[in-house]
């Protein structure tokens, strides 16, 4: 402990507040408060928003007021137990993008699928006040997406405890391989595996787009393709499929491509001792068992 914070224990949850905060909460009359939500994608990008009716700042970082964000109330309880926070987020109209679409098309689309998300309290004096400190309620992830709307979708976030539950060994015989594609156990050169292509041809609304690439039919199925220029510049989408140079793309692009947008494309895994030897020429780190015969089968 620095002396600049302290903690404030409730059952087997320590949390730290600031010295100002703790003097805040003590020796002020008045105590404004407002959430802030951090979202950090699984392609890495990372959203701030607050509840509030004006954009705050805390620890150098900015939460903008995106869609309007209604939760559940969280808890602490003794010993291990799943929290979960069902989370409604509520866009009108397109202003408001995520991944360059509007924000509940992209999250129909599964761009917050597996999301981390942490929702701290922040606390001030006066909204013209910087915020004095923050505690943090929720930890976790987005686990489901059980309902969305023409301007809203209900998210249903649960803490990170749900990971325990994690079946030991982790290690499962199945045919496919259980690594994931292009990670240290894998082994796979991403870098020696990407391509550079331009755009011949695209659809009006961004869903396909042909090119003069060669490669064998399917070669890019479930790999990542990203812009290098034009106006969907640093954008990446997921190859839905390929075939012919013609690209299809999991998740809808905000603008159409243009001919001779640049781009770089890898092609993704299915996970098949095949595509690992004829492919990627990488069968020595291959880690599945093609050959267990499944449970109806076993005697």
Not at 34 to 58: F, H
Not at 142 to 168: C, F, G, N, Q, Y
């Amino acid at each position: 402990m620095d002396g600049k914070t302290r903690r404030i224990y409730d059952g087997e949850d320590m949390k730290q507040y600031t010295k100002e905060l703790f003097d805040l909460l003590h020796g002020s009359d008045q105590l404004l408060m407002a959430d802030l939500y951090t979202i950090k994608l699984v392609n890495g990008t990372v959203l701030r928003y607050t509840n509030a009716d004006m954009e705050l700042t805390w620890g150098g970082n900015r939460y903008t007021l995106g869609p309007l964000l209604e939760r559940t109330s969280t808890r602490v309880v003794l010993g291990l137990e799943v929290d979960t926070v069902d989370l409604t987020l509520t866009a009108l109209g397109d202003g408001i993008l995520l991944e360059g679409l509007p924000f509940i098309h992209a999250v129909a689309a599964g761009a917050l699928d597996g999301a981390s998300i942490d929702i701290d309290r922040a606390f001030l004096s006066d909204w013209r006040a910087p915020v004095v400190g923050t505690v943090n309620l929720f930890s976790g992830r987005v686990s489901t997406v059980p309902e969305i709307r023409r301007s809203s979708a209900k998210l249903e976030l649960r803490s990170a405890l749900e990971l325990l539950d994690t079946k030991i060994p982790p290690v499962k015989y199945e045919a496919g391989c259980n690594r994931t594609e292009y990670s240290a156990g894998c082994g796979a050169n991403k870098q020696a595996m990407t391509v550079a292509g331009s755009v011949t041809a695209a659809s009006a609304n961004g869903g396909y787009l042909q090119s003069g690439m060669t490669q064998a039919q399917g070669w890019f199925d479930m790999g990542g393709l990203t812009f290098t220029s034009g106006r969907n510049a640093g954008l990446t989408r997921t190859v839905k499929s390929y075939g012919n140079g013609l690209f299809r793309f999991a998740l809808q692009l905000p603008y159409p491509p243009q001919a001779g947008d640049a781009f770089k494309v890898y092609p993704g895994c299915p996970k098949t001792k095949e595509a690992c030897k004829d492919k990627f020429k990488n069968v020595i780190h291959f880690r599945g068992y093609p050959f267990v015969p499944p449970a109806e089968m076993a005697t």
